[in-house]
Each structure stands twice: as structure tokens, then as C-alpha cells.
């Protein structure tokens, strides 16, 4: 069987030291550069001719120049004769331009993933992309993984949630959200919302949420536009203590300001995106998804089945 090396650009490290020290494997050596002129060289420092290799990168903010290192990479472990090259990206990168919203548009998803394979990636692997539709845009195998589980499990053993509800923030969520109810034993609250004069506002509330504490979900926290979306919870009778849970914390713009809000206690995420010391809160909890895709990488390169752990929502 052809060896196992786990490799990582720069995205990301930590989450891959911590994949690494769970597969008690060294990161693979590699130099990243970026030049002064924004371009990225890569170099790969070590032999890799016939090896099964795993690159980690989550193509968060910088996005571009973090996709790009994922392509320069996957090219030249491809040049250097490696056995198979398996791309895992935590964050996928224009999961939310999946489509043609209107004409003449790129479908940028669908150039990420054609990019990949046309390169030489053999298998990819991603968590919780905005919309899993994207799973048809390639060719090759992909392990559409989720975080929800990991998530869900910091608040199944917390005793403070047994008057919790689960809210969906809209109903393209709604599903997420069931998952996430399904394993707390929770009800399921979910917000309807409608565009009118530009702005969206919640219409309707489905399900009970009076007297409940409430655990918005989402799988991408950007500028924070779930948190204008509180009072209405609010004004259904909810309780004053909103907790939240999402996968990816992008966290830009006012997101980081719209936490100091009192009503809420709690961000959870995943640490598919580091979030760096600047954007750090006292509300901020980071629950990783380490061991997840230590067993996933595993179970692929042992040519196990990897059933159990791939997306559930």
C-alpha cells in the first residue's frame, strides 16, 4: 500500500497540526512564498513519488490567494509523481455562487471544482458547503463531511439547554437545523423570511419558541446578518439568551461588533476557518473538527468505508 502524508498550506495549520497529531504522522515539508508582487511560489521539500498525499488548505479570507495555493500545490505534488492527491478543504471556497442568479454570470463553484480536477486532484473532501448541490459540479470522488455532529455534541452535554429550541434562521436551513434537533431531542423553530423594498425582514416564526432558549444555526457566519434577525425571535416570546452554531466563522465586516449585543451568550464554530487574534471574542467558542478528518483521511488511504462520517444534513 502506498505510504500516508499529510500536507498544508498556509490557511489553515493549525487545524492540520492537530490532524497530524492525531494520525501521529509529521506535516509534510513544504515552503509557501508569497511574493512582492502578490504572486505564490511553492515548493515542495521532500521526495513524494508514489505516496498517497492529503493537502489541507480552507480557502478562507484571502480567498483568492488561498485557492490558489491549493491549485500550485495540487500541481506540484502532481508533477512530482505522487501516487494520488486528495485536496481537503474544511472551506470551500464560492460555495454561495453555485448558480445563475441572473444572466450573464459566472458559476465560480463550478470553476473551483473544474480547476481541481483538471490539475490532478483524485478526491476531494469539504465540510458543510453552502449549497451540497456543488457535490455534482465534479468528476471525481467527493466526501461531502459536516460539522454538525461535533457542533451539536457541545450542547447535548451542556445541562443548560434542556429548555432549548433549535432555529432554522431561514428555510433553507431548515434541514441543517432538523439534523441538529434530531440529535439534541429538541424542538425545531423556523424563521420565514421575504425581501420587501429592498430589505429582508422575518414574516413568520414557525413552531413554539416561547419560553425557550434559542440556538440559531447556520453553516456560514459572514457579516453577521443572522444577529439582525434576534428581536423577532425576541418579540415571539423567546428567552433573552440566544445562543448560536455555526460551521464556518468567516466573521467580516460588523459581525465581531454585533456580538457585544447582551442578549447574546455564545458563538460556537468549528475551526474549519482560524480565526486569528484580532477577531477573537469572550463569546467565541471553538470546537474542532480534528478528529473527524483524522478518521476520514484515515479510513480513505486504509480503503475503508467512510459512510458513517460523510455529511448527515
Not at 106 to 113: G, K, L
Not at 146 to 155: C, K, T
Amino acid at each position: 500500500m502506498p505510504e500516508l502524508r499529510l500536507f498544508s498550506g498556509d490557511s489553515n495549520l493549525p487545524l492540520a497540526e492537530k490532524v497530524a497529531e492525531i494520525l501521529q504522522l509529521p506535516l509534510g515539508k513544504l515552503r509557501v512564498t508569497h511574493l512582492p508582487d502578490t504572486e505564490v511560489h511553492v515548493q515542495i521539500d521532500e521526495c513524494v513519488r508514489g505516496v498517497d498525499i492529503f493537502i489541507m488548505q480552507s480557502c478562507s479570507a484571502p480567498v483568492n490567494r488561498n485557492t490558489m495555493e491549493l491549485y500550485l500545490l495540487v500541481d506540484a505534488f502532481r508533477r512530482a509523481s505522487a501516487n494520488s492527491i486528495t485536496a481537503v478543504v474544511p472551506y470551500f471556497p464560492y460555495t454561495r455562487q453555485e448558480r445563475m442568479a441572473r444572466g450573464r454570470e459566472a458559476i465560480s463553484a463550478r470553476v473551483v471544482a473544474t480547476t481541481l480536477e483538471v490539475l490532478g486532484a483524485a478526491r476531494v473532501i469539504y465540510v458543510d458547503v453552502h449549497s451540497p448541490a456543488i457535490q455534482g459540479f465534479f468528476q471525481i470522488p467527493v466526501d461531502p463531511l459536516s460539522a454538525v455532529p461535533v457542533l451539536a455534541e457541545y450542547f447535548r452535554q451542556d445541562g443548560r439547554f434542556e429548555e432549548a429550541a433549535v432555529v432554522a434562521p431561514d428555510t433553507g436551513r431548515a434541514k441543517m437545523a432538523a439534523k441538529y434537533a434530531d440529535i439534541l431531542n429538541m424542538p425545531l423553530v423556523v424563521m420565514e423570511k421575504r425581501r420587501e423594498d429592498g430589505r429582508v425582514r422575518v414574516t413568520h416564526i414557525v413552531g413554539d419558541i416561547r419560553g425557550r432558549v434559542p440556538i440559531v444555526i447556520d453553516d456560514v457566519m459572514a457579516s453577521g446578518s443572522v444577529l439582525d434577525e434576534i428581536p423577532a425571535l425576541l418579540q415571539a416570546g423567546a428567552r433573552p439568551e440566544v445562543y448560536l452554531s455555526v460551521t464556518h466563522p468567516v466573521l467580516v465586516g460588523r459581525s465581531l461588533e454585533k456580538l457585544c449585543d447582551p442578549v447574546i451568550q455564545e458563538l460556537v464554530v468549528s475551526d474549519t476557518i482560524y480565526v486569528p487574534p484580532e477577531k477573537r471574542s469572550e463569546k467565541l467558542h471553538v470546537v474542532s473538527i480534528a478528529p473527524l478528518l483524522a478518521e476520514v483521511v484515515w479510513r480513505i488511504h486504509e480503503g475503508q468505508t467512510i459512510s458513517p462520517l460523510l455529511r448527515l444534513v
